[in-house]
């Protein structure tokens, strides 16, 4: 749908570019497809470096980068701001930006002049909306047959949490799992592309992948999933707390981040910063000169 930036030169240059195709091809040779959130130009950078397949701009930003309590309160303005900074460090992976809350669920129209306002305007190659309800089958349906390609997610679905019973994992019960299972198979018959399974049960991963034809992308749903993503600030440490129980660190740069700032403030305070080398020089006749022109 969008038009991909030149590959600059570099580790990532000889690169091919991600298509939804390429990630059918990737399910059907049991390749794992890895996907991570990013929110601005460096993030995205550091995924292109990675070699990730897909890279969303997810909701979870509002809380990540932008300070919000939940994903419910950011706006359509702000993701879009932070998509098409995403987009100017994506060069191979495939862009996937999500809907926000409000943005969508009101009409067709509204989903898919949303969903346009993404690709046109962002360069998002995808947009992801929540939910297997009814609601939200009937809207993807709307903007596939727009042609923006539309990744579906099921399970826990954050925008909804509250009616959810909070951020806990869904489908630990026979009702709950077949409502997922519906879900998923709506959203797959609507023509989504991909999906993501959030907080699901192994098992009821286990037992539904069978039933999936499209890449199923897991976080905290199991190893059974077609590929798997992490929020760019969990994995990397880039918070307070631990986070989810699906949650894997493999850095802990809040920590680095809080010691640098610190050391610098400290070098300020004591007059150590800035030193000699930290400063630039003038030939002294330039210097002379100067020194005669104030005193005219």
Do not use: W
């Not at 991909?4 to 390749?31: E, F, N, Y």
């Not at 497809?33 to 990675?50: H, K, L, N």
């Not at 701009?57 to 932008?66: C, E, F, K, N, R």
């Amino acid at each position: 749908m969008s038009s991909k930036p030149a590959p600059p030169s570099g580790p990532t240059s000889a690169r091919s570019v991600v298509t939804i195709p390429h990630l059918q091809s990737l399910k059907l040779s049991r390749v794992p497809i890895v996907m991570v959130t990013a929110y601005d130009y460096p993030s995205a950078r550091a995924a292109e470096a990675a070699g990730v397949d897909i890279v969303l701009v997810g909701d979870s930003g509002a809380m990540t980068v932008l300070g919000y309590p939940s994903t419910v309160a950011v706006g359509i303005e702000e993701m879009l701001m932070l998509t098409a900074a995403t987009r100017r460090g994506t060069t191979g992976a495939l862009l996937v930006a999500d809907l926000p809350f409000g943005s969508y669920e009101v009409s067709d129209q509204q989903a898919v002049a949303t969903a346009v306002r993404f690709v046109k305007e962002a360069g998002a190659d995808a947009v992801k909306l929540e939910g297997g309800g009814s609601m939200s089958v009937q809207r993807a349906a709307a903007v596939v047959g727009a042609g923006v390609p539309v990744m579906g997610h099921v399970g826990l679905t954050p925008q909804t949490a509250t009616a959810l019973g909070g951020y806990k994992a869904q489908g630990r019960s026979a009702e709950s799992a077949i409502a997922i299972a519906r879900g998923a198979l709506a959203l797959q018959e609507a023509g989504c592309f991909s999906m993501v399974f959030e907080a699901v049960p192994n098992a009821v991963t286990a037992a539904l992948m069978p039933r999936i034809s499209i890449p199923v992308i897991g976080i905290g749903a199991g190893p059974d999933t077609d590929g798997q993503v992490l929020v760019f600030h969990d994995l990397l440490g880039i918070r307070a707390g631990e986070g989810a129980r699906f949650v894997k660190r493999y850095a802990d740069l809040q920590d680095a981040m809080d010691a640098g700032v610190a050391a610098y403030a400290a070098d300020v305070r004591a007059g150590r910063y800035p030193a000699a080398e930290h400063g630039y020089s003038i030939d002294p006749v330039q210097l002379a000169r100067f020194a005669e022109t104030l005193d005219e």
